[in-house]
């Protein structure tokens, strides 16, 4: 079995998302390399991330993103590309995509830096449109350059959205006890997914034939939910009902160009999914789409009811 699983390189393997991408990989068996900065592996905070890479057997290769000599190098050694930078390097991405070309045919998929909502849909406004259209542009370059790809849909991280109840104004590593704001009416759908699941996926996906040139949306359906459904979740877990603040779509409008960054953008991404319903709005097109939890119904995922239960 192992013998037939791609080979990966990671590129942002220190950032976010990019850790978990990075640990599933290696952990499902796959080769895996991760390009890295010297600054990255001198950093006291990313060099001990870079050191548990080590630890699973990942092979971690200097280089950057505005350095092609050291990408085409990198990307020689695998079969499957996958980008998780950061916004601020997502067009810049365009330098890996150059260096997959120049390297010759033998990769069989680049995954672009998406991890988020389905660009070509959204409905965003302000600083999450800009972020957005940025993502798009690079999908457009792919599909342009005739590179393979998968864009992967994971809709929100349960770390950021479901762990703080989508509260943007504090900084909460765990659920609100005593009071909430919630965005809209409170009962637009969305899909959060846990950072782990999301990797498990991941890994399904860039060696099956099915998701060749398609968005790969994780959309299980016992994690799609709205904030209302969460919040009554929560106070049903800890026994206690939390005073609701309900901030009106206008109230919120006004709030992301008055807000610093990145609050602004915070705001914009809450709009966009708790009020809009940019998850939901759409239903996946085949031609151009599947889901993750029909095509790997094996892979157990992490339920919005199982991963508030940890904070209990």
């Known amino acids: 079995m192992a013998m037939n699983l791609s080979k990966v390189l990671v590129i942002g393997g220190t950032g976010y998302i990019g850790k978990y991408i990075v640990q599933g990989s290696a952990k499902s068996g796959h080769q895996t390399f991760a390009l890295m900065r010297e600054a990255s592996l001198s950093d006291p905070v990313k060099g001990k991330i870079v050191q548990s890479f080590k630890d699973l057997g990942v092979t971690i290769l200097n280089g950057d993103l505005s350095d092609k000599e050291s990408l085409v190098k990198a990307i020689q050694h695998v079969d499957v590309v996958i980008s998780t930078v950061g916004n601020s390097q ?35 406004i302000g600083p999450a449109k800009t972020e957005f259209e940025l993502k798009a542009e690079i999908r457009r370059v792919v599909e342009a350059e005739g590179v393979p790809y998968t864009y992967v849909i994971n809709n929100c991280f349960d770390g950021y959205f479901l762990a703080t109840l989508a509260q943007c104004e504090s900084r909460l590593t765990s659920p609100p006890r005593d009071k909430v ?108 789409g599947v889901e993750a939890s029909q095509l790997f119904p094996d892979v157990k995922y992490t339920s919005v009811d199982e991963y508030l239960s940890q904070f209990v």
Not at 91 to 114: D, V
Not at 259 to 288: E, M, R, W, Y
Request: negative net charge; proline residues 6%.
């Open 181 to 288: 704001t919630i965005y809209g009416d409170g009962n637009t759908k969305a899909i959060l997914n846990k950072e782990e699941d999301i990797a498990a996926y991941t890994m399904r996906a860039i060696d099956d034939p099915r998701t060749l040139n398609k968005t790969f949306f994780i959309n299980p359906p016992k994690n799609i939910v709205s904030q209302n459904e969460i919040v009554a979740l929560w106070e049903s877990k800890i026994g206690k009902t939390l005073e609701k603040t309900y901030v009106s779509e206008e109230e919120l409008l006004k709030k992301i160009p008055e807000s610093p960054h990145p609050l602004d953008l915070l705001f914009a991404l809450n709009h966009a999914i708790f009020v809009k319903g940019d998850q939901t709005c759409f239903t996946i097109d085949p031609s151009s």
């Open 90 to 124: 997502i067009l810049n991405q365009i330098n890996i995509i150059s260096a997959i070309k120049e390297s010759g045919k033998h990769i069989k998929r680049f995954l672009p830096s998406e991890f988020g909502n389905d660009v070509d849909r959204t409905v965003a």
